[in-house]
């Protein structure tokens, strides 16, 4: 019901800031509580952020919180992640995700919808 394209990642020197942006498209595209993720080869695909889809309500990873800011725009139907203060742990390929009903932020078998992921390297 909601498709969903990431961009915006690259490659950024420890310290920098990279804004991931996630364009969702589809029947009511911002009706949808949305998360970002990122997964690094052969890991679980880990939690980062997520918003509600009225923009009221975020969440995020103890990981980033302080550093990472999530927000929507739901008049261009879009999500972005601003990542600032960036880490070389950060460097993973990030996802953003759709789901109608909430029902736990932190967990990516909840999310319902995919993209093909953008990828983040944050050199030291």
């Known amino acids: 019901q909601v498709q969903l394209e990431e961009s915006g990642g690259g490659l950024v020197q420890a310290g920098g800031s990279l804004r991931l942006s996630c364009a969702a498209s589809?029947?009511?595209?911002?009706?949808?509580?949305m998360g970002w993720f990122r997964q690094v080869p052969g890991k679980e695909r880990q939690f980062v952020a997520s918003?509600?889809?009225?923009?009221?309500?975020?969440y995020y990873a103890d990981s980033v919180k302080g550093r990472f800011t999530i927000s929507r725009d739901n008049a261009k139907n879009m999500v972005y992640l601003q990542m600032n203060s960036l880490k070389p742990d950060d460097t993973a390929d990030y996802y953003c995700a759709a789901v109608f009903r909430l029902r736990d932020a932190g967990l990516a078998t909840q999310f319902d919808y995919w993209g093909r992921g953008t990828q983040v390297t944050v050199s030291s």
């Open positions: 589809g029947r009511n595209p911002n009706a949808y509580n």
């Open positions: 918003i509600t889809w009225n923009g009221g309500n975020v």
